[in-house]
């Protein structure tokens, strides 16, 4: 197996199926919005956040997350074919391509353990932004509804004008 073309085709393979992925995802999601009572609560909830109009930084951040799943599977079929070079190297008792295999396994080992950290680094990330947004984004509303800020205004209204008298006095 030639390593250094298997980098630029795993590269290209990774880039194919995030456009292909995103494409499908996007029609599926679309179906079940229309189709679904559930989907479409939770596109309800949903659509300001991940709306491209508000932002583009939550969509970069699931395209992120949907990249770095890829290089998690594509990792897999490398590591598959790791094997297959390793146990033919062992099985035939060759030295040097057992060594040879040992670096690339060292490699690909640390791919993936980065490749981990990150998707759990983003996903986290993408997690506390989003409920942040949320919580602001309802805090919001629900207060808007509220009678408790005209209370507070003349209850402030009514402290300051009572400070006046006494500070008058």
């Known amino acids: ?20 992925t995103s494409i499908v995802f996007s029609l599926i999601l679309a179906l079940l919005v229309k189709t679904t009572r559930w ?3 939770f596109w309800l909830l949903a659509k300001n956040y991940l709306s491209p109009k508000q932002s583009l930084k939550p969509l970069c951040y699931f395209w992120v997350i949907i990249f770095f799943n890829l290089v998690a ?25 057992f060594w040879q295999q040992m670096v690339v396994f060292s490699l690909l080992a640390t791919v993936h353990v980065l490749n981990v950290l990150f998707t759990y680094y983003i996903s986290q990330r993408f ?4 409920r942040t947004w949320l919580n602001g984004h309802y805090v919001e509303k629900w ?18 004008g009572l400070s006046s008298v006494f500070h008058r006095a």
Not at 4 to 20: A, G, H, R
Not at 83 to 89: E, K, R
Request: glycine residues 0%; hydrophobic residues 50%; contains cysteine.
């Open 73 to 97: 599977v594509r990792l897999d079929i490398l590591f598959s074919n790791w094997y297959n070079a390793m146990y033919s190297a062992l099985q035939e008792m060759n030295v040097s391509v």
């Open 39 to 41: 989907a479409h609560q």
């Open 143 to 160: 207060t808007a509804n509220l009678i408790c800020p005209q209370k507070v205004r003349l209850y402030s209204n009514l402290i300051q």
């Open 127 to 130: 997690k506390i932004q989003w």
């Open 1 to 20: 197996m030639n390593w250094s073309d298997e980098l630029l085709s795993s590269f290209l393979w990774i880039i194919q199926s995030l456009v292909i």
